[in-house]
Nanobody
Framework: VQLQACGGGLVQAGGSLRLSCTASGRTFSISTMAWFRQAPGEEREFVAG????????HLADSVKGRFAISRDNAKNTGCLQMNSLKPEDTGIYYC???????????????????WGEGTLVTVSS
């Protein structure tokens, strides 16, 4: 499976962006997917995850109430809706999944082995 994220851009604080992740390959629909982000000089951090069937989602505390994750397995796509953006949300956002069908939503980058190239989100104050 291959992933491609898009939808990033420059937005003022308080604004919104919607990131999309398009997957190719048969395993996307049966695997957990997640979004991570990485700010300059920082480690990659978990943002949100969703199980294969969309039964369960998990958001990082820093984005709860502002971000929402969803997926459409029929279209092999995933989305991250980001509202009330803050300057500290700035970073490169990556969508990710894993080849295995292990259940659950891991919050470590080590839990995932398929990564897209990322899309840059810049939030100005």
């Amino acid at each position: 499976v291959q992933l491609q994220a898009c939808g990033g851009g420059l937005v003022q604080a308080g604004g919104s962006l919607r990131l999309s992740c398009t997957a190719s390959g048969r395993t996307f629909s049966i695997s957990t997917m997640a979004w991570f982000r990485q700010a300059p000089g920082e480690e990659r951090e978990f943002v949100a995850g969703i199980t294969a069937s969309s039964y369960s989602t998990h958001l990082a505390d820093s984005v709860k109430g502002r971000f929402a994750i969803s997926r459409d397995n029929a279209k092999n796509t995933g989305c991250l809706q980001m509202n009330s953006l803050k300057p500290e949300d700035t970073g490169i956002y990556y969508c990710t999944t894993r080849k295995s069908t292990i259940a659950g939503i891991g919050t470590s980058a080590r839990n995932y082995d398929v990564w897209g190239e990322g899309t840059l989100v810049t939030v100005s104050s």
